[in-house]
């Protein structure tokens, strides 16, 4: 089992900055892969990022390329998301998610999940 806690969600202004940060509790966090999904109202869980064991791989969506940034520090058994230049189209809960297959981006793939941080970006 991994425990995953997200935090760091918040209310913030178009154009402004968020960084959410997820906590790994529970089995070796270095073993798995991590990634951000996002939930909007009435819309599916979509994936976000993704970022391998080591850290040295990373995948994002089309959508937020140049503007997030995945990062995990194993020592401290920590996965981060610094999101920049946020759009009201980025308003959705945020999760932290963790998975044995390489930088997967399905949903499906992924064993454990967090609560999910709320993301608000006013217009």
């Known amino acids: 089992q991994v425990q995953l806690v997200e935090s760091g969600g918040g209310l913030v202004q178009a154009g402004g900055s968020l960084r959410l940060s997820c906590a790994a509790s529970?089995?070796?966090?270095?073993?798995?892969?991590m990634g951000w999904f996002r939930q909007a109202p009435g819309k599916e869980r979509d994936f976000v990022t993704a970022?391998?064991?080591?850290?040295?791989?990373?995948r994002y969506v089309d959508s937020v390329k140049g503007r997030f940034t995945i990062s995990r520090d194993n020592a401290k058994n920590m996965v981060y998301l610094q999101m920049n230049s946020l759009k009201p189209e980025d308003t959705a809960v945020y999760y932290c998610?963790?998975?044995?297959?390489?930088?997967?981006?399905?949903?499906?793939?992924?064993?454990?999940w967090g609560q999910g941080t709320q993301v608000t970006v006013s217009s």
């Open positions: 529970g089995r070796t966090f270095s073993n798995y892969n």
């Open positions: 998610a963790a998975t044995n297959l390489w930088l997967a981006t399905s949903r499906g793939n992924y064993a454990y």
């Open positions: 970022i391998s064991w080591s850290g040295d791989t990373t």
